[in-house]
């Protein structure tokens, strides 16, 4: 009985001493399928065109007829329909090759579109940010504008036309406010002083008798107030001495006509507000007595220069006339009377 290619192979290499393990780490194939083929088993091989180079591999390395052994496999796949060759397939062995060209394009398609949206996101991000920072800055000026003007209503409000008679200083009530920021305010009110701290829209109320001063910061002139009577005042912007920081008027009964009258209080070059009525002296004749001019320095009358003296010959002359000397006789004290 004629053996059969796998016999012939296992004889083969039974004949020189190789064992399976040597024959699979030289022809690089699996020692799985080295054993079905010389079992004549081809099923849990890969089929086509790998069976038969297995084959030629295995036969050249234990030195048998490569031709030989094919022609003998293709009557074994002729004769029986489960390792007839099948349709060439797509096979990617471990072993031999390592191919990934046919791989799903999906996670290809997933990462461009989340690409995609990622870029298309960070557009939209900043042209929102570009328009809502144009909207701000509109919105930043319209406020700015709406400021001025309010601060302009607010001063032209502030100056109100005299009306009525002026109160007196028994029925007058002054009233100090702090419009948008806080006030630190010193008043004097009859000669009693305190200081009090005015908050953002408050207000305080005063009834003097006979005076009252008032003193605050210079940084804080636009947003103080005054009110005498419920009839606004405006206040100076700028302190009587422009080398101190602090604003400080007096309302007497010497002044209050005028500042009603007015209504402002301002102040004069001389240091006293110039609507402060306060008395001046006057001489005999009623006029307003002049200050006495300043004495000035006479101008220095300047000195004629000296011509340096100049050496000349004594001159000829006479010699000086002697006046003879009187010589007045002694007086006789008179007797005094016994």
């Avoid at 991000?125 to 309010?150: C, I, P, W």
């Avoid at 302009?152 to 028994?170: E, F, L, R, W, Y």
Wanted: hydrophobic letters at 35%; a neutral charge; proline letters at 10%.
């Amino acid at each position: 009985m004629s053996q059969t290619l796998g016999e012939k192979l296992r004889h083969a290499r039974e004949e020189r001493g190789i064992s399976i393990s040597e024959v699979a780490e030289q022809t690089r194939i699996s020692a799985l399928y080295i054993e079905s083929i010389e079992n004549d088993n081809y099923k849990p091989l890969p089929g086509g065109i790998f069976n038969k180079g297995f084959l030629k591999s295995y036969a050249k390395f234990i030195g048998v007829d490569e031709q030989e052994a094919l022609s003998d496999y293709a009557r074994i796949a002729a004769e029986s329909e489960s390792i007839s060759e099948p349709p060439l397939k797509v096979y990617r062995p471990e072993v031999l090759t390592d191919d990934n060209s046919s791989s799903s394009m999906a996670p290809t398609l997933i990462f461009a579109g989340i690409i995609l949206a990622l870029m298309t996101g960070g557009i939209l991000f900043v042209l929102n940010y570009l328009q809502n920072r144009e909207s701000n800055t509109a919105n930043s000026n319209a406020n700015v504008n709406t400021a001025a003007v309010n601060v302009a209503n607010s001063n032209a409000a502030n100056v109100s036309i005299p009306s009525g008679n002026a109160p007196t200083m028994a029925t007058l009530k002054v009233e100090f406010r702090a419009a948008s920021d806080e006030i630190s305010l010193t008043s004097a009110v009859d000669g009693k002083s305190t200081t009090q701290l005015i908050a953002a829209g408050g207000s305080a109320t005063f009834e003097p008798k006979e005076s009252i001063k008032f003193g605050y910061a210079r940084s804080r002139a636009q947003s103080a107030r005054l009110l005498i009577n419920g009839k606004s005042i405006i206040l100076p912007e700028m302190p009587e001495n422009p080398r101190r920081n602090i604003i400080e008027f007096e309302i007497n009964k010497d002044n209050l006509t005028p500042i009603w009258n007015e209504g402002r209080i301002t102040f004069q070059t001389s240091g006293v507000p110039a609507n402060s009525n306060l008395s001046v002296p006057v001489n005999s004749a009623g006029n307003t007595p002049v200050p006495a001019a300043t004495p000035t320095r006479p101008a220095a009358t300047p000195r004629p220069s000296v011509a340096p003296p100049v050496n000349k010959p004594p001159a000829n002359k006479p010699p000086p006339t002697m006046q003879p000397t009187i010589i007045a006789p002694k007086s006789t004290p008179k007797p005094s009377p016994n």
